[in-house]
């Protein structure tokens, strides 16, 4: 089974801080990746996406992927407590819609 | 502005009483889903829709319906509701190689 896997946390950072939130995926077919924050209650709203190996960054967000080790991760520089959500880690095979999302890593940024 | 807009936002019923959540988008976005997120288990997809009148199971199929008549519109249906379908749901959209645009969600509760 095609599987996102991600450590549930909570990982905490101190605020100003990067935090590092990791995601691997089972299937080497998978062509996209995307970076959801999901505050309680609400609906996850897209951060990051990627496609090719390496590094994107957008602002205070870096993205990073290895499709050799089928890893993707997600940096968060200076990290502020606004910041503090859960994060959901989603990939895409080639050729398809069919998302398959992790169970989401919860930040906790510290003041 | 474009959006995924589900209805109601909170719902609570009894068990046996038919309910449909709507869910509508104005982006002309082919494909849409139905997922639910509960504790510990993350984001399920319960169906999906890849076009009009194109509809397949995903993950948590089991006691739930939807219908694609309108490109705009994914319904989706429970005809006999039970507690163990008290859960947030959230219904999105994608197309056109966007990444995937989710509702507000409805908080459901079943007694």
């Known amino acids: 089974q095609k599987e996102v896997e991600q450590n549930s946390g909570p990982l905490s950072v101190p605020e100003g801080a990067i935090a590092s939130l990791n995601c691997t995926y089972s299937?080497?077919?998978?062509?996209?990746f995307f970076w959801y924050r999901q505050y309680s209650g609400k609906s996850p709203e897209l951060i990051m996406f990627?496609?090719?190996?390496g590094d994107k960054e957008d602002g205070r967000f870096t993205a990073q992927l290895n499709k050799a080790s089928q890893y993707v991760s997600l940096l968060i520089r200076d990290s502020q407590p606004s910041d503090s959500a859960t994060y959901l880690c989603?990939?895409?095979?080639?050729?398809?819609?069919?998302?398959?999302f992790g169970t989401g890593t919860r930040l906790k940024v510290l003041a | 502005e474009a959006q995924v807009t589900q209805n109601p936002r909170y719902l609570i019923t009894v068990t046996g009483k038919k309910l449909t959540v709507t869910c509508s988008q104005n982006m002309n976005h082919e494909y849409m889903s139905w997922y639910r997120q509960d504790p510990g288990l993350g984001l399920r997809q319960i169906y999906y829709s890849m076009n009009v009148e194109v509809t397949d199971k995903g993950d948590v199929p089991e006691g739930y319906k939807v219908s694609r008549k309108e490109k705009r519109n994914f319904p989706l249906i429970l005809e006999s509701p039970s507690p163990n379908q008290t859960s947030l749901y959230f219904c999105a959209s994608t197309g056109g190689g966007s990444p995937l645009h989710f509702g507000n969600g409805t908080r459901l509760t079943v007694t």
């Open positions: 989603a990939s895409m095979p080639a050729g398809t819609y069919k998302y398959i």
């Open positions: 299937d080497r077919g998978s062509q996209s």
């Open positions: 990627i496609y090719s190996n």
